[in-house]
């Protein structure tokens, strides 16, 4: 972690942590099921400290950008609280979500549908300092500004419309335009996953750099671990909207406790043909998140399952007294009654 | 480390960010535009020179340039518009002047190039008189139809929830009709007269309208740039205003000038059954009405109001396809 210039928008120091979660929970309501409903994230905690980047990874569906969206309030949650630098959102006395959105942008996943087809690309990202109060010759100067921080040519890129541009160059876009507003911390939701791995490259070294340039706290979210791995500080493996471990990079990749996150870890490919992956480390799909499994939401899929986890939900605890790494698993909890619960 | 380590290195790897991905790998070759032999800043795009940057419209006017077919039609239309503005300059005769003799005469009898009506009058004169009325009857409506229709369903598809069923569901009871019998009904209720008509036929098509503007409005709605403005503060007004309009006007606008040929032949069709301009005020579907019972005597030219009506149809269909056409330009 950098040590962090003076922000004159910084309130609680740098011990205070630039958000946290408590609880959140947000359960998506199905049309016609009889009240039944999707349980997107569930009781999720965790925090995010100034100037670190904090890694989600999960499968497909698992609540990544559910919870991207939650921490922008563009979803609401049901339950649970958000503190930004020490003020809860959205709650008197707090911060405003309008003022939130000043301090917390998000870039998008899909480059091709989250810029505006008949925009110039300048004035998409001239649009969020427009809004927040610049004048409109002030907000054109900051996006020229912006394209050119990204590495694009304002002269040459900002008069064109999107599919004038490659995805790089696209998702290059929507970072000046998560930027321009002059954020604290920014979501990347999945930012890097829809393009080639050679411009993935060069965009996280780009995330990387205006992370140092401006102070940057990153919440990455994304399923490739190697990505992840890269860029991260601390990673949050999430299941079924559940929080199934949350620990320092090194830790995870070194020594994974829970199993999903093992398997995770073994099902990255090999690029090594002597070392072939025969098997695959999980299969099937994720169980229906409408009525995840009763207990560990993993039991249905884990090689370890035993009767203590459908009985009770394992909760989020510290291993061997490490407080900064935890994992939701009976296995790490020696009062559990898991038959393998001593080892751990 | 497995994996891609050949393309995104590994984190003890690299500890200057300046340093191109390149660098490690000697194979490694451009990429999106990135120059490897410029070392600061790697990440610098280059903008492929020969590209000429070209905004929307521009590019829906150089495909509309490069359309003969659609550029006749056009030609045909505006044609007919600038005769029916300068009708008092071109036509020959005063339209309203009767001839007891002059009656039912055919094309090229005493000076009348297309003959006369049943009470004498100039066919062409009023031919080209007509086509005020007509025109007028295709476009007002369709405009205010697109304007009403347009902003009802950009609201309900934006705000969606129970405004928007609240909205869909009365334009479905207005659907439920035929647009011929609606337009009847509605005419026939408040009786008959040019204005009448016109809020005949705009009521005819707003719901249409309405649900082009809604469906456009919807798709865009579910768009990650709308949701990226939300983020930045953005009040919903000014999303509607300048991430949603522009990207709704196309559809409305097509299908907008597609409602002109059917308006001109709806309103034809009131006037034929009189539901429409009253006489001696010269319409097509009057003229085609009052001359029906002639086309005996003088079939040709009792088809001329019909065969205006028909040209004049067509014309802006064909205009409207290659509009549709030239503004299908991907983005």
């Given at each position: 972690m950098t040590a962090l210039a003076?922000?004159?928008?910084?309130?609680?120091?740098?011990?205070?942590?630039m958000l946290i979660a408590r609880d959140l929970r947000k359960h998506f309501p199905v049309k016609g099921s009889g009240g039944k409903s999707v349980k997107a994230v569930d009781d999720v905690s965790f925090t995010v400290g100034k100037g670190e980047t904090l890694g989600v990874v999960g499968e497909s569906g698992c609540g990544k950008s559910t919870l991207a969206r939650l921490m922008l309030h563009l979803v609401k949650p049901d339950a649970g609280e958000l503190v930004f630098d020490g003020d809860p959102v959205a709650l008197d006395p707090g911060i405003a979500v309008d003022a939130l959105r000043r301090q917390v942008q998000m870039v998008f996943q899909d480059s091709y549908s989250s810029?505006?087809?008949?925009?110039?690309v300048r004035d998409s990202v001239a649009f969020g300092p427009f809004v927040q109060g610049k004048g409109k010759n002030e907000a054109r100067h900051i996006a020229r500004d912006m394209l050119g921080k990204v590495g694009l040519d304002p002269d040459a890129f900002g008069p064109r419309y999107p599919h004038e541009l490659s995805g790089g160059q696209k998702q290059r876009v929507n970072i000046a335009r998560a930027l321009a507003t002059g954020p604290r911390m920014v979501i990347l939701d999945e930012p890097v996953s829809a393009l080639d791995k050679s411009i993935e490259a060069q965009v996280l070294n780009l995330l990387r750099a205006l992370k140092r340039q401006f102070n940057l706290t990153y919440v990455f979210i994304s399923h490739d671990l190697n990505v992840v791995q890269y860029l991260s500080d601390r990673v949050l493996v999430m299941y079924l909207g559940r929080v199934v471990e949350l620990g320092p990079i090194d830790a995870i990749f070194e020594q994974p406790l829970h199993p999903y996150t093992r398997a995770l870890l073994a099902s990255r490919p090999s690029m090594d043909p002597a070392h072939r992956i025969a098997q695959p480390p999980i299969t099937g799909d994720p169980p229906n998140p409408i009525d995840p499994p009763s207990g560990c939401r993993f039991r249905t899929r884990c090689p370890f399952a035993e009767r203590v986890c459908e009985m009770t939900d394992p909760a989020l605890g510290p291993w061997q007294g490490r407080q900064s790494h935890t994992a939701a698993c009976h296995?790490?909890?020696?009062?559990?009654?898991?038959?393998l619960a001593a080892s751990g | 480390m497995t994996g891609y380590s050949s393309v995104i290195p590994a984190k003890a790897g690299i500890e200057d960010d300046a340093m191109p991905v390149a660098a490690l790998d000697p194979r490694f070759r451009g990429g999106d535009?990135?120059?490897?032999?410029?070392?600061?800043?790697?990440?610098e795009e280059q903008a492929a020179p020969a590209t000429r940057v070209r905004g929307y419209w521009q590019s829906v006017f150089y495909r509309l340039r490069h359309d003969p077919v659609t550029l006749v039609f056009a030609a045909i239309v505006l044609l007919i518009v600038l005769a029916a503005i300068c009708a008092p300059l071109i036509?020959?005769?005063?339209?309203y002047k009767e001839s007891i003799v002059g009656r039912l005469k055919p094309f090229g009898w005493r000076g009348h190039p297309l003959g006369t009506d049943e009470l004498g009058r100039d066919m062409l004169s009023r031919l080209i008189y007509g086509g005020r009325v007509s025109l007028l009857m295709g476009v007002v409506p369709v405009l205010i139809a697109s304007l009403v229709g347009g902003v009802l369903g950009v609201i309900g598809g934006f705000v969606g929830g129970r405004i928007n069923t609240a909205i869909m569901r009365t334009m479905d009871v207005f659907y439920a009709f035929p647009s011929v019998l609606l337009a009847v009904a509605i005419a026939g209720a408040m009786g008959g007269g040019m204005a009448n008509g016109m809020l005949a036929l705009t009521l005819v098509f707003i719901p249409p309208m309405c649900r082009v503007a809604e469906s456009a409005t919807t798709q865009i709605r579910a768009l990650d740039f709308i949701e990226a403005a939300r983020a930045s503060g953005a009040r919903t007004t000014t999303i509607i205003r300048y991430h949603v309009l522009g990207n709704v006007l196309g559809p409305v606008f097509i299908y907008a000038s597609s409602l002109v040929s059917v308006s001109i032949l709806l309103a034809s069709g009131l006037s034929f059954l009189g539901l429409g301009v009253r006489p001696p005020v010269p319409d097509w579907g009057l003229m085609l009405s009052t001359l029906r019972q002639s086309i005996y005597v003088v079939p040709f030219v009792c088809a001329l109001p019909g065969l205006a009506i028909f040209i004049t149809s067509i014309c802006c269909n064909l205009v409207s396809d290659g509009l549709r056409a030239a503004m299908d330009v991907r983005m």
């Open positions: 003076h922000d004159p928008r910084d309130r609680g120091g740098l011990q205070q942590p810029l505006n087809p008949r925009m110039p296995m790490h909890n020696p009062g559990s009654g898991h038959s | 535009g990135v120059t490897t032999t410029r070392p600061e800043p790697f990440f036509a020959p005769f005063d339209p």
